[in-house]
Structure formats: structure tokens, C-alpha cells
């Protein structure tokens, strides 16, 4: 294929412009190679719920399960509504109006009040009714509703509308049973403590005072700090205080994985906190009721909470997740699993598959979760990149459109100042740098089909090709399989680029624009495929787009091609469907059985519509233009390709993910599929074997 003059000059810019990406990616990966450490929390309400079960000692409960995996014991800091589930300080409350009236023991009111009387602000009033009666005086921003329920009697006629109130005050912190906190102490325990605070009801400086010092009493080795509640400590006005505090006892902020698992739960005040900390901060993967619901899942090899360790395994592998909340084992609405050596074989095995695969350990009693350094990508690598992105998409505009080197020259000008403009100035970045990301996963999935079109092309009008060997074309096809990768793989680099922040490795910001990166390739390639390769019998280079599209308006459609369609269609539709984490279409069995093999084996484990649909295509279509077969086809082939294509573009684009985790998928998805279309290729050639001999056998 002869390149245009203009063509050399776009292939200059892109390789300055990778050079610089490509420092980027390092520099990546070299920050990602130290964050090789995960802790493993649990609470102490599991361990007393399996100590109670078994009518055990909790302290051995606990031993078991820190001697099998379990790093450090979580304490939540206690509040009034979680007193009221312990035995020894018999809570119950009731409402006088707005004032909270508080019933229980003498040691536990006395614990109740000299907690609150610590962090409240604002000259609350906090007395004694009677001996066995607290008083805390209520206000009206103190109450929260539930929603209303309908009262009725006995004939169904309504007779009261009932509101649900609770006053905030109930989920205020008190602190720590100081005694309790002395015994995992003496034990040895690590101890983590987990803080709550009610902006509304406490004083800021106050509340992270006694919290910083329960940590220098009781838990003075305690790395990581996992906020309760909807806020932080102190609340979001005052994360300068609660930096410092932090700091100066070597503690670190964790963010909470959501339940979708796309991005971190938004409590008040932490991406402000995280800031002022320079992100020196980790992720935590909570073992949500869906979670626990695993532990028998129903499918061969996974009955005793293999499905939960799995859980576990994506986090830590595949989203930087460096905490596991862990939870005892039940089975789906049934009891707890108290069996030990079950606990301890799922936790051997998990950590033996991080340590195989990613060299990733659990802590110890003398190590600490280490922290990724702070990862931030200049201005000018991000112009560079930025500009690379243009280049690939003019290079699609010149196969489209003929002609228009010159309208492509003003665009690209135009563009490059542009973009300096706004990076001078600082005209939100973070909104272009958006844009530009999605913008070079749709040009770049586009550029290496774009490639594979004047391939196919290429090896169509090579005539001696039609009498070679099946098998050697089938090498062909991996060959020019492999470069298509490439291309969407220096894509990748200028995406990481511009996603080069520690924000998105942390899943404070995320990449967005999931099905718009795979639908545009796919509505983009029709006309690129019309224009390089078009619908006549033989190629006729002077033939316009437009003619092309005219032509196509009114081509006869035969049955087989309309059902070929709506066979693409449907796998189109269904792909979309399955992408991302809120789908509704769920997995059959089968698929989480081939899913979790793949992952037990390979280091990342190759995404489906790569293996069975993407890659395999873009090899068959080289196949079958060799042979000159089947030409009708080529567009859907082309369009399953670029389903392949796309998928490495948005495999990257999910920062979290380290990089060297996606180039491992990727190479995975390559030698898997060469496997799949081999076997794929050695069915056809079998097949084709035996019609040619029986046609022998009729002549």
C-alpha cells in the first residue's frame, strides 16, 4: 500500500507524540509495581455472632480466623442505636416531644453521657430523669423520617397517619468501650477503629481529637482509617485539621468501593481530604448481603464460598483495591458457616493466585497496606497526546473522504492551537481531557479497522493467493490480527496519558462514555468500508463515498444476507446490554464456570466477545479475501472486528486497572483466539474435505 506524502507527516507527528506517551505508561507502571500489599479487615460483631453460635469464647473465634488470613479486628465506634444490641447496658428509647428519653443501665447511661457530653456542641442539654433515665434534649434539625405509614382499624377504614422519626442523636458517636478496646489489646490483636460523626450534632475538633487519641491508646500500629456514616471525621470543613492529625499518626484515608463496583461511595468531605493528603490513600471492596449470597453459587466447584474469594480476587487484581471487609460465610438466608478449615483453605488459595500471578501479599504484624506514590501527568504530554488523537482521526477522514488534504491541514492547525489554548489557560481540563479520551478510543479502534479494510483490500486483489493453503492464510490473518492490535495499543498510550492521575487510578473520577466508545467505531466503519473496499465486483478507485452510499441505497437484499443483519444486531445489542456493571442480563452458568477457569489459569482473563467474536473475525475476513469468498460478508466480519478492536480501547480506558493487568489480557485474548479460530479453521478445512470428495464420488 503506498502512503500519501501527507501520510508521513501524520506518521512523524504520532511517533513524537507516542515517545512521550510512552514515558508516560512507564512512569505508570513503575508507580503501580510498589502498591503490592492488601489488608484483610473483619468486625468484631462477626466474630462475637460465630463465637455465640458456638457458644465460644470470642478471643479464640478471633485468633482462628487472624491465624488463617484475617488481618486486623474492625471496631465500630459505638453510637446509642448500636448499644442497644449489647446485653450488658440494656438501651431502649423512647420520644418526649423532641427530647430523646433513654432507659438502661447505670453504666451504660453514665457511658452514654460522658460520651456525647465530650464532642456535642451548640450547650445541649444532657441530664438524668431518674437513675435508670437519660435525658438528652432534642431539637427539631435533629429528626430524620422514614416514610409515612397509613394507621387503620379494624375494618380497614384509615383512622392516623404514623411518621417513622428518629432523631439523629441515636447515630452520634460516643467513642470506644475502653475495656473492650484493652482486651484485643492484651491479646495482641491488631485493632482497627472505625469512626462516626454526625456534623450536626458534634464538634468537629472535638470528635477528631478523641478519636486520634483512642488510636494513640489503644491501636498506636493502626495504617488505615475507615470512615463510618455519610461523612468524615470533622466533616468536609475541616479536612485541614483532620489532615494534619492524620498525618502525624502515620494514618490513611480508605475509600469504599460502591456496590456497582464503579467508583468509591461519595461521603462528604473525603476527595477534599484525599487531596490534602496528595492521594496517599487506598480503596476498600465491602462484602455486601449479594456477596455473602455467594457462598454457595450454585455451580460446580463453587459451593464453599469460592464465588466470595473470587470477589475478593477481581478487587485486589483488577481495581486497585488494597481492603477487604470481610464477612463471615452463610449460606443464602441460612445459618453462619462455622467450619474453620473451610475459612482457611479459601483463604490460602486466594492468596496463593495474587502472589502467582501480581506478586501481591497480604501485611503483616511489622508491614503496613502501602500506598501508591502520586501519579500526575504534565500539560504537555497530555497536548501531545491530545494531538495524536487528531492525527488518527484525520487519517479516517482521508480514507472516507477523498481529496481533502488541504480542509485536513486547516483542521489539524486549527485543532493543535486549540488545544494549547485551552491547556495555557487552564479552560477545563478536566472536561477536555474527558472528551479527548473518548474521543481517541472511537478514532483509534476506527484507524486499526481503517488498516484492516485496505488489508483486506490488499490481499483480495492479490490473485495468487486464491489456490494457498488454508492454514498458511490462517497465519496471514494472525499476522495482520497482531497489527490491528498494535495500532489500537499506541491508542492506549495516549489514553493513559490523559487519564495520567491518580484521581482515576483511584476511582475518584472514571472514565466515562462506555457505550458511546463501542457504538460510534461501529457506525463509523460502514462508510470507511464503502469507501476502501465499496460494493462493486472489482475495486474502482475513483469511485466517491456518495456513489458508494447511492449504490448501497439500492442494492438488492437477499433473505440470507437481512437474517445475517439481524444475527449481528442482536450479538451488537446484547453486548451492550452486558457491559458495564448494571446490566440486567445475566451470565448463565456455564459462561461463570468458563469465566473463573480462564481466571485460575491466565494471569487476566480474556474478555468473550474478544475471543469468540472480535479477533476470530478479523482473521476469517484476511481468510476468506485471499480466496475471494463469500464477499458480501466481509462487512460483517469487518464489524465484528471492530467489536475487538473497540474492547482493547475500553479496556484501558478503565484506569483503575493496572496497566500491565490489561496488556496481559490483551495478550491473552491474542493466543486464546488464535486457538479458537485455528480450531475453527480445521473444522472448515475438514468440512470443505469432505464435500469435494463426495462431489468426486457423484462425477
Not at 150 to 166: H, P, S, W, Y
Not at 232 to 248: H, P, Q, R, S, V
Request: net charge positive.
Amino acid at each position: 500500500m503506498r502512503l500519501k506524502k501527507i501520510y508521513f507527516a501524520y506518521l512523524f507527528l504520532m511517533f513524537i507524540c507516542l515517545l512521550g506517551s510512552l514515558k508516560v505508561v512507564y512512569e505508570r507502571i513503575n508507580v503501580e509495581s510498589n502498591y503490592k500489599t492488601y489488608e484483610t479487615v473483619m468486625e468484631l460483631r462477626d466474630i462475637k455472632s460465630i463465637a455465640s453460635v458456638e457458644n465460644r469464647d470470642y478471643l479464640d473465634v478471633a485468633r482462628e480466623f487472624t491465624d488463617i488470613g484475617v488481618n486486623s479486628i474492625c471496631v465500630f465506634e459505638d453510637t446509642i442505636d448500636s448499644l442497644k444490641l449489647n446485653e450488658n447496658f440494656k438501651i431502649s428509647t423512647r420520644y418526649d416531644g423532641l427530647d430523646l428519653e433513654i432507659n438502661g443501665t447505670k453504666y451504660g447511661l453514665e457511658y452514654i453521657k460522658k460520651g456525647l457530653e465530650e464532642t456535642v456542641k451548640d450547650g445541649r442539654k444532657i441530664y438524668y430523669k431518674d437513675e435508670d433515665t437519660l435525658i438528652i434534649e432534642g431539637r427539631l434539625s435533629d429528626f430524620a423520617y422514614n416514610s409515612s405509614q397509613i394507621m387503620r382499624d379494624f375494618t380497614g377504614k384509615r383512622v392516623a397517619l404514623e411518621n417513622n422519626k428518629q432523631s439523629l442523636i441515636e447515630y452520634t458517636g460516643l467513642g470506644f468501650v475502653d475495656s473492650e478496646l484493652q482486651e484485643l489489646k492484651d491479646n495482641k490483636f491488631s485493632i482497627n477503629l472505625r469512626p462516626v460523626y454526625i456534623g450536626a450534632i458534634q464538634d468537629e475538633k472535638k470528635s477528631i481529637d478523641r478519636y486520634i487519641n483512642f488510636i494513640k491508646k489503644y491501636s498506636p500500629n493502626q495504617r488505615i482509617v475507615i470512615f463510618g456514616g455519610e461523612e468524615i471525621l470533622g466533616g468536609e470543613e475541616n479536612t485541614d485539621y483532620l489532615a494534619e492529625k492524620m498525618k502525624e499518626a502515620s494514618l490513611i484515608p480508605v475509600a469504599i468501593e460502591t456496590s456497582e463496583q464503579d467508583g468509591n461511595i461519595d461521603l462528604k468531605g473525603l476527595r477534599a481530604l484525599t487531596q490534602k493528603m496528595d492521594y496517599q490513600t487506598t480503596r476498600l471492596f465491602s462484602t455486601l448481603t449479594y456477596i455473602q449470597d455467594r457462598y454457595d453459587y450454585g455451580i460446580a466447584g463453587h459451593n464453599q464460598g469460592q464465588e466470595i474469594m473470587n470477589s475478593y480476587y477481581r478487587a485486589i487484581s483488577e481495581r486497585n483495591i488494597r481492603v477487604i471487609y470481610f464477612r463471615a460465610f452463610h449460606y443464602k438466608g441460612g445459618p453462619l458457616i462455622t467450619d474453620m478449615s473451610i475459612y482457611k483453605q479459601r483463604f490460602e488459595e486466594l492468596n496463593s493466585r495474587l502472589d502467582k500471578f501480581y506478586g501481591i501479599t497480604p501485611i503483616t504484624s511489622d508491614s503496613y497496606v502501602k500506598t501508591m506514590d502520586r501519579f500526575l501527568t504534565s500539560k504537555y504530554m497530555k497536548l501531545l497526546a491530545t494531538v495524536a488523537i487528531m492525527v488518527s482521526a484525520l487519517i479516517i477522514f482521508d480514507n472516507i473522504f477523498k481529496n481533502t488534504q488541504n480542509i485536513q491541514l486547516v483542521l489539524l492547525v486549527l485543532g493543535v492551537i486549540g488545544s494549547a489554548g485551552i491547556y495555557k489557560f487552564n479552560i477545563k481540563l478536566a472536561t477536555f481531557n474527558t472528551f479527548m479520551a473518548l474521543f481517541g478510543t472511537i478514532s483509534f479502534a476506527t484507524l486499526s479497522i481503517v488498516y484492516l479494510l485496505r488489508a483486506t483490500k490488499k490481499f483480495e486483489e492479490n490473485k495468487s493467493l486464491e489456490n494457498t493453503n488454508i492454514y498458511k492464510l490462517f497465519l496471514f490473518g494472525t499476522v495482520e490480527l497482531l497489527k490491528c492490535i498494535m495500532i489500537s495499543l499506541i491508542g492506549v498510550t495516549f489514553i493513559v496519558t490523559l487519564y495520567g492521575d491518580s484521581v482515576y487510578m483511584l476511582e475518584f473520577s472514571k472514565f466515562s462514555g462506555v457505550k458511546i466508545s463501542q457504538m460510534l467505531p461501529l457506525l463509523i466503519v460502514p462508510f470507511a468500508y464503502l469507501s476502501i473496499i465499496g460494493l462493486g465486483k472489482y475495486f474502482d478507485k475513483n469511485r466517491s463515498l456518495k456513489e458508494q452510499v447511492v449504490e448501497t441505497l439500492q442494492k438488492n437484499v437477499k433473505v440470507w444476507q437481512v437474517v445475517l443483519l439481524f444475527a449481528m444486531l442482536g450479538v451488537l445489542g446484547l453486548m451492550l446490554l452486558r457491559s458495564g456493571h448494571t446490566s440486567n442480563v445475566d451470565p448463565s452458568s456455564s459462561e461463570i464456570l468458563m469465566r473463573n477457569i480462564f481466571e485460575y489459569i491466565f494471569p487476566a482473563r480474556p474478555r468473550n466477545k474478544a475471543i469468540f467474536l472480535g479477533y476470530p473475525s478479523l482473521i476469517l475476513l484476511i481468510m476468506l479475501a485471499s480466496k475471494k469468498k463469500f464477499r458480501d460478508t466481509y462487512i460483517l466480519f469487518a464489524l465484528a472486528a471492530t467489536i475487538g478492536q473497540a474492547d482493547i480501547l475500553n479496556t484501558f480506558s478503565h484506569i483503575r486497572t493496572p496497566f500491565l493487568v490489561s496488556l496481559s489480557r490483551v495478550g491473552v485474548e491474542y493466543a486464546v483466539s488464535f486457538v479458537i479460530t485455528f480450531v475453527i479453521v480445521v473444522l472448515i478445512d475438514i468440512i470443505c474435505k469432505i464435500i469435494q470428495r463426495g462431489k468426486r464420488a457423484n462425477a
